[in-house]
């Protein structure tokens, strides 16, 4: 599969380090990122391609390892010292699931997307830090995040 296939490089040139609207793109989100801490990339993935990520996560639903957890926004244990209003002390019931990396298919959009030292690239100039690492863990790497409705 293409990054093409997979990301719009029409809007997003991220195999393109050196042209103007890849330049402009990273001060945009790098400045959004210094100014408020995130950046939105609205129709970054082509709709196909979250078509297809779609179809492998019902086609992996059977192989989905689900934790069941108790965390508060800080994911921090409980600090009984702090007001019961405190967000510290609020701890909400999260059900998740995930397929790890070895369970995808080979030709997998998302393990695609993760290996692509242009996306690498491009997070690294976005975020203004370098080098940026894949990790190799053959689970975790990659992973679907699943919640129910």
Same mark, same amino acid.
């Given at each position: 599969?293409?990054?093409?296939?997979? $990301?719009?490089?029409?809007?997003?040139?991220?195999?393109? *380090?050196?042209? =103007?609207?890849?330049?402009? $793109? /990273? !001060?945009?989100?790098?400045?959004?990122? !210094? =100014? %408020?801490?995130?950046?939105?990339?609205?129709?970054?993935?082509?709709? @196909?391609?979250?078509?297809?990520?779609?179809? @492998?996560?019902?086609?992996?639903?059977?192989? %989905?390892?689900?934790?069941? =957890?108790?965390?508060?926004?800080?994911?921090?244990?409980?600090?009984?010292?702090?007001?019961?209003?405190? *967000?510290?002390?609020?701890?909400?019931?999260?059900?998740?699931?995930?397929?790890?990396?070895?369970?995808?298919?080979?030709?997998? =959009?998302?393990?695609?997307?993760? @290996?692509?030292?242009?996306?690498?690239?491009? /997070?690294?100039?976005?975020?203004? /830090?370098?080098?940026?690492?894949?990790?190799?863990?053959?689970?975790?790497?990659?992973?679907?995040?699943?919640?129910?409705?």
């Amino acid at each position: 599969m293409k990054i093409s296939k997979i $990301i719009n490089l029409e809007k997003y040139p991220i195999n393109f *380090p050196n042209c =103007d609207l890849y330049t402009k $793109i /990273v !001060n945009q989100y790098r400045k959004e990122l !210094n =100014d %408020i801490g995130c950046c939105c990339l609205p129709n970054f993935i082509t709709l @196909e391609s979250i078509g297809r990520m779609q179809e @492998e996560i019902e086609q992996k639903r059977k192989n %989905i390892y689900w934790s069941r =957890d108790s965390h508060n926004p800080y994911f921090t244990k409980n600090d009984s010292t702090l007001q019961k209003s405190h *967000p510290i002390r609020f701890f909400e019931k999260r059900n998740s699931g995930f397929i790890t990396a070895d369970q995808m298919n080979d030709n997998s =959009d998302l393990l695609i997307l993760y @290996e692509s030292d242009h996306l690498l690239n491009f /997070v690294s100039d976005c975020l203004n /830090v370098s080098p940026i690492f894949k990790w190799d863990d053959p689970l975790a790497r990659c992973t679907y995040s699943i919640m129910n409705k």
